[in-house]
T-cell receptor, first 111, second 114 residues
Framework: KQEVTQIPAALSVPEGENLVLNCSFT??????LQWFRQDPGKGLTSLLL?????REQTSGRLNASLDKSSGRSTLYIAASQPGDSATYLC??????????FGAGTRLFVKA | ETGVTQSPTHLIKTRGQQVTLRCSSQ?????VSWYQQALGQGPQFIFQ???????GRGNFPPRFSGLQFPNYSSELNVNALELDDSALYLC?????????????FGEGSWLTVV
């Protein structure tokens, strides 16, 4: 049974800092891994999708990596801004219908 | 803006009542899935519909049921509501999710059971 863990649960950083959010999964037989952003009381916004054959994806200041062998993915945010404050969730897809989410990392960027 | 719309956005129900939540998927998407998100937790998969058939279900009791219509819109029905059913209910759509395509979420429906 796939389990997805995100560390840390919460993170507070000053504006401008580069930061890394971690996501680990127990079943390495994933099709892909997707990172989402969730603002308070809102739905999820897709940030990056990494297919199992890829090692990383980049979008603007965001870079996500995937290491299936170690069961890890990281989301790197460069030059953080107060507008980046949100909860970041990772989700693994192992085929069929099985999308398993982590509990998320709550990020607060101080101005 | 994902093109996935959900209604209602907020509602309050009494324990024992029944509720129906609705979702319109993004144009062209034939797969809809529903998730329950309790406060401070990640979304938990309820079930998925592909071309009007349920093709996957998470660890939720039968009082959670759903429908998908020919236009790929969907409903989530919950009978005999319990206090623990209070959560954000999220709908997500994709094109042939089994192929590993991206899923797009709506803004969710906040359900409070009192």
């Amino acid at each position: 049974k796939q389990e997805v863990t995100q560390i840390p649960a919460a993170l507070s950083v000053p504006e401008g800092e580069n930061l890394v959010l971690n996501c680990s999964f127990t079943d390495s037989a994933i099709y892909n891994l997707q990172w989402f952003r969730q603002d308070p009381g809102k739905g999820l916004t897709s940030l990056l999708l990494i297919q199992s054959s890829q090692r990383e994806q980049t979008s603007g200041r965001l870079n996500a990596s995937l290491d299936k062998s170690s069961g890890r993915s990281t989301l790197y945010i460069a030059a953080s801004q107060p507008g980046d404050s949100a909860t970041y969730l990772c989700a693994s897809f192992t085929g069929g219908f099985k999308t398993i989410f982590g509990a998320g990392t709550r990020l607060f960027v101080k101005a | 803006e994902t093109g996935v719309t959900q209604s209602p956005t907020h509602l309050i129900k009494t324990r024992g009542q029944q509720v129906t939540l609705r979702c319109s998927s993004q144009s062209g998407h034939n797969t809809v899935s529903w998730y329950q998100q309790a406060l401070g937790q990640g979304p938990q998969f309820i079930f998925q519909y592909y071309r009007e058939e349920e093709n996957g279900r998470g660890n939720f009791p039968p009082r959670f049921s759903g429908l998908q219509f020919p236009n790929y819109s969907s409903e989530l029905n919950v009978n005999a509501l319990e206090l623990d059913d209070s959560a954000l209910y999220l709908c997500a759509s994709s094109l042939q999710r089994s192929s590993g395509n991206t899923i797009y979420f709506g803004e969710g429906s906040w359900l409070t059971v009192v």
